[in-house]
């Protein structure tokens, strides 16, 4: 079966560069998150895209940009960046979400995630 | 405020000992899931197992083996007569009710299991 592609896997870059990670989820998943998990620590929600429409955010940086393309991929785009943005970046896509209904109503779509890129940052 | 709490940061078991990692979390929502998920050397993540709020019925797949207690807020996780391979960091995670089906995950710390031979 089809798992979620992240690319690249493994990225040098130097301080001040700027990075774009990129995800192509599950085929017919339309529902990407990315994810930021620093050296030791649990993985940290940044930011989901649900029909190419920014979802949710937590805690993304400004100089971290993302959106999510016609074919549902989605890119994360890194810049200025720092030391401490070394870090392994998961993407996970899930199959479309409830549309409607009532205001309590809910349901969970898994959450497929990818291998994840390991950032490293000198 | 959702939070989860691993308090077990490292546990070293012998080979064929049980283990239990624990986790407790914290929610205002009456609706939610929780997971298990397992992160070994190579650093994918591996998804265990899903619970939602309204079934309490503890799991056993294998060795491995869940007990959901709503009470306590704790959704522990045993591992049977463990075995190296089991070693790996482990994470529990909850996700709130959001309408519209999309919702983060929140982990907890994580806890590092290393089962020696």
């Known amino acids: 079966a089809a798992g979620v592609i992240q690319s690249p896997r493994h990225l040098i870059k130097e301080k001040r560069e700027t990075a774009t990670l990129k995800c192509y989820p599950i085929p017919r998943h339309d529902t990407v998150y990315w994810y930021q998990q620093g050296p030791g620590q649990d993985p940290q929600f940044l930011i989901s895209?649900?029909?190419?429409?920014?979802?949710d955010k937590g805690s993304i940086p400004d100089r971290f940009s993302a959106q999510q393309f016609s074919d549902y991929h989605s890119e994360l785009n890194m810049s200025s960046l720092e030391l401490g943005d070394s870090a392994l970046y998961f993407c996970?896509?899930?199959?479309?979400?409830?549309?409607?209904?009532?205001?309590?109503?809910?349901?969970?779509?898994?959450?497929?995630f990818g291998p994840g890129t390991r950032l490293t940052v000198l | 405020a959702q939070k989860v709490t691993q308090a077990q940061t490292e546990i070293s078991v012998v080979e064929k000992e049980d283990v239990t990692l624990d986790c407790v979390y914290e929610t205002r929502d009456t609706t939610y899931y929780l997971f298990w998920y397992k992160q070994p050397p190579s650093g994918e993540l591996v998804f265990l197992i899903r619970?939602?709020?309204?079934?309490?019925q503890n799991e056993i797949s294998g060795r491995y083996s869940w007990n959901f207690q709503k009470s306590t807020s704790s959704f522990n996780f045993t591992i049977t007569a463990s075995q190296v391979v089991d070693s790996a960091v482990y994470f529990c995670a909850l996700s709130e009710a959001i309408s519209g089906g999309y919702n983060k995950l929140i982990f907890g710390a994580g806890t590092r299991l290393a089962v020696h031979p």
């Open positions: 996970a896509s899930s199959p479309e979400g409830l549309a409607g209904g009532p205001a309590r109503s809910f349901t969970y779509n898994e959450q497929f």
């Open positions: 895209f649900y029909e190419k429409m920014q979802s």
């Open positions: 619970r939602n709020s309204f079934d309490e």
